[in-house]
């Protein structure tokens, strides 16, 4: 009952739920690389915690070879990654050695033995409606200091886009270093949007061209 979310009252009064701003959950794991302690494999990188819903399943099979594929352009971006379902540490090795064997890919990341399901439940991973024994596909993005930054929850039928995933980190970095938005669409290169002015001097500003793309006096877009 402390993990339930399906309720108003029982969500503001005991839901251990992730969410967004807020410290990711910490735990530690038994992985295909070790164990691990989140908030340390977290320590000066982002993170992309990730679930699937079984090994040895076609949908998930070809996610991992993706996010195999992208590993380098993850690295780029100091950007580590995770994976969990709820098998063991030997079913995650046979199907790793499997994967990359069929693909020729290489997967460097550890993927979590969540078994106990402990991971699963601290994370919302378990959507009974689903599944009571599988974790849904979920994507989590934590930035350096351990904070939630990002939550995506898929249906077990549809795969992710991993190239999503990659322009969302980026978003998140611009955002994070620039102290701007990104638009729709928004990719690396592409103009930015300006936090919206708060006086009305500061309006005034931005009516008379301060920025160099202006729709309205709060909708302006700029060049990194």
Known sequence: MGNNCNGYEEVIEICNCPRLGEPAPDFEADTTHGIIKLSEYNKDHWVILFS???????VCTTEFMAFAE????????KVKLLGLSIDSVYSHIAWVREIEKMFEVKIKFPIIADIPMEVAHLYSMIQPAISEVHAIRTVF??????????????????????????????????????????????????????PPPKTVEEAEKTTHGEHEECKNWFLCKKKL
Do not use: C
Not at 52 to 58: E, I, R, S, Y
Not at 70 to 77: G, P, T
């Open 52 to 58: 699937h819903p079984a090994d040895f399943t076609p």
């Open 70 to 77: 992208k590993q380098e352009e993850f690295d780029k971006r």
């Open 141 to 194: 993005i934590i930035d350096p200091q351990g904070i939630l930054k990002t939550m995506i929850y898929y249906p077990s039928s549809v795969g992710r886009n991993i190239d999503e995933i990659i322009r969302m980190i980026d978003a998140l970095q611009v955002v994070e270093k620039e102290n701007v938005a990104t638009p729709v669409n928004w990719k690396p290169g592409e103009n930015v949007i300006v």
